[in-house]
T-cell receptor, first 114, second 111 residues
Framework: EPEVTQTPSHQVTQMGQEVILRCVPI?????FYWYRQILGQKVEFLVS????????KSEIFDDQFSVERPDGSNFTLKIRSTKLEDSAMYFC????????????FGDGTRLSIL | QKEVEQNSGPLSVPEGAIASLNCTYS??????FFWYRQYSGKSPELIMF????GDKEDGRFTAQLNKASQYVSLLIRDSQPSDSATYLC???????????FGKGTTLSVSS
């Protein structure tokens, strides 16, 4: 069964550094998303992406964050100048034809900021 | 802002019993509803989705939707220890561009 793949599975970074989290969505899916989950808290939406542009972003997704689809398969989340509170699990998801279709999640990247 | 509410639990049931998980939502206009299972330290895994009032069955899982009362529930029949996880209810935002998740209900199935 097709799946969303994310790399790396764990990223440890010094505060203030930039990180890039990578995702390969399911190949025939057109909508892509990033979510995060701070330990012990609920899954929070960051951003959705369709047709090479952001379709929605949450209050969390400030100027520190950016997304990109650099080629036909990868979807990346960049966090500039990381802060301690950016430590969380980051999940990439994708869905098929419309945005209200079921979203399928990758295994996540655990980001630890020291 | 849409809200999704779930009882955090833990909900404890013996093996073989029916587990009933409930979710209420604030936006009467919501059209689609999703249940995800999340094992500790893992990602959400889609297990059911429902769009219409009534019941939808898939194996041991049944999703029930009552739009008039604004709740959606998940029944797990013949519960197994492997069903022990946190179950997340999710509803699309108004534009359909994001999922809003509840905090999840932790289910513990004892053998």
């Amino acid at each position: 069964e097709p799946e969303v793949t994310q790399t790396p599975s764990h990223q440890v970074t010094q505060m203030g550094q930039e990180v890039i989290l990578r995702c390969v969505p399911i190949s025939n899916h057109l909508y892509f998303y990033w979510y995060r989950q701070i330990l012990g808290q609920k899954v929070e939406f960051l951003v959705s992406f369709y047709n090479n542009e952001i379709s929605e972003k949450s209050e969390i997704f400030d100027d520190q964050f950016s997304v990109e689809r650099p080629d036909g398969s990868n979807f990346t989340l960049k966090i500039r100048s990381t802060k301690l509170e950016d430590s969380a699990m980051y999940f990439c998801a994708s869905s098929e034809r419309t945005e209200s279709q079921p979203q399928h999640f990758g295994d996540g990247t655990r980001l630890s900021i020291l | 802002q849409k809200e999704v509410e779930q009882n955090s639990g833990p909900l404890s049931v013996p093996e073989g019993a029916i587990a009933s998980l409930n979710c209420t939502y604030s936006d009467r206009g919501s059209q689609s509803f999703f249940w995800y299972r999340q094992y500790s330290g893992k990602s959400p895994e889609l297990i059911m989705f429902i769009y219409s009032n009534g019941d939808k069955e898939d194996g041991r899982f049944t999703a029930q939707l009552n739009k008039a009362s604004q709740y959606v529930s998940l029944l797990i029949r013949d519960s197994q220890p492997s069903d022990s996880a946190t179950y997340l209810c999710a509803v699309p935002n108004q534009a359909g561009t994001a999922l809003i998740f509840g905090k999840g209900t932790t289910l513990s199935v004892s053998s």
